[in-house]
């Protein structure tokens, strides 16, 4: 018999005298082995980070940030690691650059085997006079088409100063399926100059719709060095004029798509001023400028309803309107 008044501790609870809260005996189990480690109810704080532990972390940041942008990556090391940063910065800077353009590369290696069209086997249905234009083994002869397909084969194969290809010609005859349908990855620009947009190992760039006379209120560097491949460029990095100047290395020739209704600016007038007329000869020498006629196409417009001829051309379920009468039945009618 127990005598009354005795102090006992309950089966399965002890009190530590030294330990931090309530610590409890484990239920007697039978053992079973588990992945995952106890959950220690000490209150023992984690290790703190070793300086090898902190910069190892930090590099892995600015390696994996330098892959989308080197300017993140070097601002993330300046905030994190200043001495680093101000002692070492550009051999940082050309370690970064390093991973970002091999980021690149292989993405463009990747895009170059999924191009859509290639030219001339994707463009069946092109016009006779576009596809003698750019057909680049046909002999050169002395008449209009022939203006684009010396471009082809005389400019677009030039390390520098080639002259740029600038086509003026309605919506849907196929421009711009065109442009993407040429060998290498390409520098593509529509709307607004987007620096993190510039890629230099590409092999050409196209600028698609952007009004002739609004390059440089659109931020786009001077036509002059951007459009004629003139090699080191300064551009901004940002829209403000007091903002700091990067430099690009403009070794692409260059192609223009316009809309001969709302782009083409004086390129598809007569010049009105002396200014004007010094420009149309400048582009005149340094361009190569076709203007598509109305019965001119790369391909026929499809009809907007047209039927769908494979998997890769539609998004959804083939019977996703089926399986969403079943699921609202299922639901409504229990």
Not at 68 to 82: F, G
Request: hydrophobic fraction near 30%; proline fraction near 5%.
């Amino acid at each position: 018999m127990i005598a009354r008044g005795l102090n006992f501790t309950e089966f399965g609870t002890f009190k530590s005298t030294t330990a931090r809260g309530l610590k409890r005996w484990s239920t007697p189990t039978t053992h079973v082995s588990s992945p995952t480690l106890p959950v220690t109810t000490t209150g023992r704080r984690p290790a703190k980070e070793t300086k090898d532990q902190k910069r190892d972390r930090i590099a892995k940041e600015c390696l994996e940030l330098a892959r989308t942008s080197v300017e993140n990556a070097m601002d993330h090391l300046q905030e994190q690691m200043p001495y680093e940063f101000s002692a070492h910065s550009t051999w940082h800077l050309s370690t970064f650059n390093y991973v970002h353009l091999r980021v690149k590369q292989m993405a463009d290696e990747l895009a170059n085997h999924r191009k859509e069209y290639i030219w001339p086997s994707s463009f069946p249905d092109c016009t006779s006079a576009l596809h003698v234009l750019f057909f680049l083994h046909t002999i050169y002869r002395k008449s209009k088409g022939d203006t684009v397909n010396k471009w082809l084969k005389y400019e677009f194969i030039r390390r520098k100063r080639a002259r740029c290809l600038i086509l003026i010609g309605p919506t849907g005859s196929g421009k711009t399926s065109f442009a993407f349908s040429l060998p290498g990855p390409v520098n593509y620009f529509k709307g607004r100059w987007r620096l993190n947009g510039w890629n230099e190992n590409a092999r050409y760039s196209v600028f698609d719709d952007i009004p002739w006379d609004e390059y440089e209120k659109r931020n786009f560097p001077d036509k002059k060095n951007l459009l004629t491949q003139n090699g080191l460029t300064n551009v901004r990095v940002a829209t403000d004029k007091y903002s700091r100047t990067v430099e690009i290395n403009i070794t692409q020739p260059a192609i223009v798509l316009l809309n001969p209704d709302r782009d083409a600016g004086v390129l598809g007038r007569e010049p009105r001023n002396d200014e004007e007329k010094k420009e149309m000869t400048y582009w005149n020498e340094r361009a190569l400028i076709y203007r598509m006629g109305p019965d001119e196409y790369f391909y026929k417009e499809e009809r907007r309803y047209s039927q769908i001829h494979t998997p890769e051309d539609r998004i959804g379920d083939p019977n996703e309107f089926e399986q969403m009468v079943q699921q609202y039945q299922q639901k409504h009618h229990k």
